[in-house]
């Protein structure tokens, strides 16, 4: 197919809008248009040039460079093909393309600046470097007005002195460097750098030069200043420096110029100290050390100005040179002295003494030396390092010396447990000074640390006799100490006894002291002598009257002296309301309010028990004792969910631990609200083979006051099935008074209607009595009154009851006494028990079962049985019966019944 041609105005459209949209940055759409065009004008050499330049913007520079070559190859005239062609070939750093590309574009326009500075900058890209400098310099000739080449001229020429000073060729890098500064002498790196240059050859005459010479063109420049300051220093030209920042000061420079003025102010005072005579004579002295006058110069200098360290230093050295001498050693003695250098000044004053032990004051420095060191001894408790040194004052101190050694070895031989050299040494100075009562105060101390007590104690009390009243109080105080320690030690062996004597002994040396009579009250008590604490206690309380400590004593002495724990429980109650945060009132409330809940216990007095230890436990929530009372009052109170929930906290021996946790399981199902009840008996006649059964079926339901119960009885024999319906209410109404009310109907075998209520009392000291009435009507349509009067007594684990019932039969008075005891192995639930009964009537238990009607003929029963606790849910029983009971009182014929009760209990 023919290529088609695009007429001139279409093409040019065509190339505006590719143009536009190459400026907008919309490659895509360009890319649009081009390609369309080309469809129709595949070898339209601005295609290809604007295929290559998207190529190229996309960075694809392969088919970049395809797209353009075939742009100059359709037209060898298309400059920018070549120029994007340039661009292609740098960027891949194919640098020679490159250069070949520009050198065709040059011989269009041979004059072209831009293309010239891009073939250099190509040399270089491609290493040339040489190539590229020559080029540079042939341009620069033909372009001699161009500033930006001549810029870069100059720019080459620093690059090429940075690059000859990093390579150590300091001389061609001035060399280039002056060049530079006479082509512009307006450059202020180029001072610079020639300045830096200079400085590093040493030639500080030229660098100062070239400095003047900047500052001629900057007269005020801060770095130029600098370098200027920096070479005067070298040279140690202070004056000029100093000139030079005071010019600039007035000038209005800044506070920079002030510090460093105040800088070279103290170098100029320093390099003229260099000048001083002292700084001679060191350098003398630092040459020769044993030079006397340069010596004597530079010591009396140093230590006038203070410099103890340099002129120990400078008198060591010409000690070493010398010799040591006492004049030498009294100045080294002298310089440690300013320093206050302790250990050195005793150390040389030792050796002093040593050298020259006539010299007066070197005696008495030694002798000071050593005082103050006893004292650090005595101060630090190092004993024995002090005993040679109280030796060497005993020689050669002056009298009161001589007593200050004394008296350190006493001290001494006190401390380190050599008493028997103190006492020698102490008995001496008492022989010396008898009526130096300080001295026997030290002897009875002697007999106290060899734990002699009666020595020491007969000390002060013979001094207590002969010493005024004023002076004897200044003694009691190490009595006091004594006799409580001994006191102390007799109460850690557990000689009470002994410890209770010296109490005594005290107080009659001291009546009115507080621990004294503290002590005399505890030993007593625990000597059990009771009388005499509260004698003491009394006593104590009069001296003390508002001494809480000793009220509550006195409220202990009472109680056990035979005071009502229940008064002394109110009184210490006043105390904790007076003083509510006092641990020791707090204390004795608690423990009084357990003795007294000891006594509420046995009193069955449950809820004020309750009460009581609420307000204890307020103090210590956490004792476990109390706890375990209030659940015992609960347990009293049939409260069995709370007495299980406070009886928990008891924590019980290890032989304690089965029977604690069998109680345990008894009240948490006491605390159960419903429970379950099967009963079977098994009834048989002596003299007959067949047997009678009841079962028994009941369900209570139980409150914290009440308990409702429905019962049925069930029974057949060989003259039909009997049925009993039973209701039962129980009701506390009180801690101490309780009921129950019985109603029962049947139509055979069991009493037709029965009915009885149960009136009961807790009386004190465990004893309980109860009283009841019943109606019967019996199923031979006999009717049957009943009246019982019952007494029961709980004496630790047993729990025993006799019970009288008078019953009337029609118009016949029948009675019927039986005893029983129960004994509790750890639980109520857990039990054996074994009962008797003797009466012209069967007990009520027989009569409501109609088994015998055996009246106004003696009636005796025997039995036993257990019970026991399986889980806090089940509990079982058994119990056997043996009836004896006369049938023909003509003929004195007696028959036997016997009876297995059969009992299981469900809770829950």
């Known amino acids: 197919m023919a290529q088609q041609k695009l007429h001139i105005s279409d093409k040019n459209n065509v190339v505006k809008e590719i143009s536009a949209l190459f400026k907008k940055g919309d490659l895509e759409g360009a890319k649009q248009v081009i390609d369309r065009n080309l469809a129709k004008t595949p070898k339209d050499s601005d295609l290809r040039m604007f295929l290559g330049k998207y190529y190229l913007l996309r960075k694809h520079y392969d088919m970049a460079r395809y797209e353009l070559n075939k742009a100059v190859e359709y037209n060898p005239g298309n400059v920018d093909a070549k120029q994007l062609l340039v661009t292609v070939e740098t960027e891949t750093k194919r640098y020679s393309s490159a250069i070949c590309y520009v050198n065709e ?20 890209l491609q290493g040339n470097k040489v190539e590229a400098d020559r080029l540079l310099k042939r341009i620069s000739q033909i372009f001699p007005d161009d500033s930006e080449i001549q810029t870069d001229i100059v720019y080459q020429a620093e690059l090429s002195a940075n690059t000859l000073r990093k390579n150590g060729k300091i001389d061609d890098a001035i060399e280039i460097n002056k060049l ?11 001072y610079l750098d020639l300045i830096n240059s200079y400085i590093k050859t040493g030639d500080y005459p030229a660098a100062l030069a070239t400095t003047e010479r900047g500052l001629n063109h900057f007269p005020n420049n801060g770095a130029l200043i600098d370098k200027k300051i920096s070479i005067l220093d070298h040279e140690n030209r202070y004056d000029e420096i100093l000139s030079l920042l005071q010019q600039h000061m007035k000038i209005g420079g800044s506070a920079a110029y002030s510090r460093k003025y105040n800088y070279f102010l103290v170098e100029a ?8 005579p002292a700084v001679l004579y060191g350098k003398i002295l630092a040459n020769d050390a044993g030079n006397e006058e340069a010596f004597q110069y530079v010591f009396n200098s140093t230590v006038a100005q203070q410099q103890y360290d340099e002129a120990l230093d ?35 004053t030792k050796s002093l003494f040593q050298s020259y032990p006539t010299d007066s004051d070197i005696k008495a420095a030694y002798l000071n030396v050593l005082t103050g060191e006893i004292r650090d001894h005595m101060a630090s408790q190092e004993y024995k390092a002090a ?6 004052v005993l020689r050669h101190g002056d009298p009161e010396q001589q007593a200050f050694a004394l008296n350190g070895l006493y001290n001494a031989y006190f401390q380190t447990g050599q008493f028997s050299d103190a006492l020698i040494l102490l008995k001496e100075k008492i022989t010396q000074d008898p009526s130096n009562d300080d001295l026997y105060i030290k002897l009875a101390g002697i007999y106290e640390r060899q734990q002699q007590y009666e020595q020491a104690a007969e000390i002060y009390e013979q001094l207590f006799l002969k010493v005024a009243e004023d002076k004897k109080s200044n003694y009691l105080s190490g009595y006091h ?11 850690e062996a557990g000689q009470y006894a002994l410890a209770y004597v010296w109490s005594e002994r005290w107080l009659k040396h001291d009546p009115a002291n507080k621990d004294a009579l503290m002590y005399a009250v505890n030993l007593s008590y625990h000597l059990k002598e009771y009388s005499k604490m509260l004698n003491y206690a009394r006593h104590a309380n009069k001296v003390y009257p508002n001494d809480i400590q000793f009220k509550l004593k006195l409220l202990t002495a009472n109680m056990l002296n035979g005071a009502a724990v229940k008064e002394m429980y109110h009184a210490v109650q006043q105390e904790i309301n007076l003083y509510p945060f006092n641990e020791q009132v707090q204390l004795s409330f608690v423990q009084f309010s357990k003795d007294y809940a000891q006594q509420l216990l046995k009193e069955r007095s449950n809820t004020e028990l309750i009460q009581v230890m609420n307000s204890a436990l307020v103090y210590q929530p956490a004792d476990k004792e109390m706890k375990y009372l209030k659940g015992l009052a609960y347990e009293n109170l049939h409260q069995f969910d709370s007495a299980y929930f406070y009886q928990r906290y008891y924590e019980p021996t290890y032989l304690e631990q089965e029977d604690f946790k069998a109680h345990l399981n008894y009240l948490s199902q006491r605390g159960l609200k419903n429970q379950v009840g099967l009963y079977h008996l098994r009834t048989r006649f002596g003299d007959m083979s067949n047997i009678q059964t009841i079962s028994t079926f009941e369900y209570s339901r139980l409150s914290s006051t009440d308990t409702y119960t429905a019962r049925f009885n069930y029974t057949g024999r060989e003259e039909g099935k009997g049925v009993q319906a039973q209701l039962e209410w129980g009701r506390n109404w009180s801690p101490k008074w309780s009921s129950r009310l019985d109603l029962a109907y049947s139509k055979m075998f069991f009493p037709k209607f029965a009915a009885q209520i149960a009136l009961s009392r807790t009386l004190e000291k465990e004893w309980e009595t109860e009283v009841a009435v019943g109606y019967r009507k019996l199923y031979t349509e006999e009717t049957m009154l009943n009246a019982t009067f019952g007494v029961t007594k709980e004496i630790n684990s047993f729990r025993l009851n006799a019970k009288y019932t008078q019953f009337l039969l029609d118009d016949i008075m029948l009675f019927n006494f039986g005893i029983q005891a129960r004994y509790a192995l750890n639980s109520p639930k857990n039990y054996v028990v074994g009962m ?28 036993a049985g257990a019970g026991r606790m399986i889980s806090k849910n089940l509990s079982i029983g058994v119990l056997g019966t043996w009836y004896n009971f006369e049938t023909n009182p003509s003929y004195s014929l007696y028959r036997n019944l016997y009876n297995l009760y059969l009992q299981v209990h469900v809770s829950f």
């Open 105 to 124: 574009l040059l011989e269009v326009n041979p004059y072209w600046r831009g293309l010239w500075r891009k073939k250099i900058e190509l040399y270089r």
């Open 180 to 190: 530079l500064l006479q082509e512009r002498p307006n450059q202020l790196a180029t």
């Open 269 to 276: 005072a320093r390099y003229a100290k260099a000048n001083d």
């Open 314 to 348: 400078i008198l060591h050295r010409f000690m070493t040179v010398r010799g040591n001498s006492k004049v030498l050693s009294l100045k080294e003695l002298d310089v440690y002295k300013l320093k206050g250098d302790k250990n050195k000044i005793n150390q040389i």
């Open 387 to 392: 005993f040679p040194k109280l030796n060497e």
């Open 481 to 491: 100490v004594l006799v409580q320690k001994i006191i102390k030690e007799a109460n």
């Open 836 to 863: 008797a009964n003797i009466g012209n009537s069967p007990d009520v238990d027989i009569i409501n079962y109609q088994f015998v009607n055996s009246y106004s003929v003696l009636n005796a029963m025997v039995g």
